[in-house]
């Protein structure tokens, strides 16, 4: 614990917040902004424990999508009809508020249309999807649009794939910039006047009659409400909230001269994912190789992993390309057997925000507002 503070340091910096955020990701600053835009008058303070966004908010592939086919058809039969519809929509309102916040231009949101390819040999899994195409339109169209999906065979030889025998289409999904995004609501939320500490990690949080005291290897914070959206990583401050980490292992590739690939992708369920960007391809995923290898919140790449996503550079996505591995990274998600975020005061003036189960681009904005909503109700 620091000795050197000052007295104006423990006085401007440390104490008397109204609420504390831990956690500066999509989910924390959006909860942030809309406490700040509801009262301006609160005193806010989010603490970070890393020098950017911790877990997937500066570390996912920049998909603004509410579900692909293959992906629906599951949590339609986990959850049912009714509250999958209202599932998307709330994906679908979160994108929009995200958008609506920042600006199109500033997230460099592009629709350039959502596809799902399917491989020659999964025809079972291609002919289920396509199956479903006319449900799930009907499903979406008064939340998002008339005939979201379509079957788009045609385009498979324009991307440049091969194996692949089946496309569908949701010409609604788009791609934005993740640094740009995050870039953008940390400078939205210190034009608020919200105080934001980086590498500033919360060991642990004591409760008392006049507050909450949180524990930091730079000092006592001192608040009357909190919020911890740290996702995966609730579990080191309170190990009871009933979720699991899932680490998405992400590659990128060198620019490519004339690349055709144009939009976003799924493949195998969602499980893998793949964009262009800035005349590379970025992919990731895999988690399903080793589900159990994946759930874990540590950082890195496995070699299974990271040679799957090789060969469906080589062999489906590039296969008469030649291209190069820039980089290579990968985020921690949180995952649950409920599809619907977990949103709870899980203590008395404690409120968590987490459980986004891979969609944080598209719910975290709605996230982040929702919790902040049941803190202002104890204010």
């Known amino acids: 614990m620091p000795t050197e503070l000052s007295y104006w340091e423990k006085e401007s910096f440390f104490c008397n917040y109204d609420a504390i955020i831990i956690g500066s990701g999509i989910v924390g600053l959006n909860a942030a902004i809309h406490l700040k835009k509801s009262s301006s008058s609160l005193k806010i303070a989010i603490l970070e424990r890393g020098f950017l966004p911790t877990g997937a908010s500066t570390k996912n592939a920049g998909f603004a999508c509410f ?19 209202a599932l998307i929509e709330k994906r679908w309102k979160g994108l929009l508020k995200l958008r609506n916040l920042l600006g ?89 006047g919200i105080s934001i500490f980086n590498k500033c990690t919360v060991d642990r949080i004591e409760e008392n009659s006049k507050g909450l005291r949180l524990i930091t ?33 992400v590659l990128i590739t060198k620019p490519i001269k004339d690349l055709k690939i144009k939009g976003t992708f799924h493949y195998d369920k969602g499980y893998y994912y793949f964009r262009n960007i800035n005349n590379r391809v970025l992919l990731g995923g895999g988690r399903n190789i080793n589900f159990k290898a994946e759930e874990t919140a540590d950082f890195g790449q496995t070699e299974p992993v990271q040679l799957a996503l090789e060969n469906l550079l080589k062999t489906i996505i590039l296969p008469k390309t030649a291209f190069e591995i820039d980089y290579r990274w990968s985020g921690i998600m949180a995952f649950g057997k ?11 003036n404690v409120f968590c925000a987490t459980r986004c189960n891979g969609m944080g681009v598209a719910i975290g904005s709605q996230t982040g507002e929702d919790v902040a909503e049941l803190l202002l109700k104890r204010l």
């Open 67 to 85: 579900g692909s086919i293959s992906e629906l058809i599951e949590q339609e039969e986990m959850i049912g009809t009714d509250q999958l519809a």
């Open 104 to 192: 199109d231009n500033t997230i460099d949101y592009q629709c350039l249309g959502g596809y799902e390819l399917f491989k020659n040999e999964d025809h079972f899994l291609a002919e289920t999807g396509v199956s479903k195409i006319e449900h799930f339109n009907r499903l979406t169209n008064g939340i998002v649009g008339s005939d979201a999906f379509s079957l788009k065979n045609k385009k498979i030889k324009s991307f440049g794939f091969d194996g692949v025998s089946t496309l569908i289409e949701n010409q609604y999904e788009a791609q934005i910039d993740s640094g740009k995004m995050m870039s953008a609501l940390l400078q939205y939320a210190q034009q608020l």
């Open 217 to 249: 290897s730079d000092g006592i914070f001192f608040g009357k409400q909190l919020i911890i959206t740290t996702n995966a990583f609730i579990k080191d401050l309170y190990p009871d909230v009933d979720i699991k980490p899932g680490r998405g292992q």
């Open 338 to 348: 409920i599809l619907e975020p977990f949103i709870e005061e899980i203590r008395p």
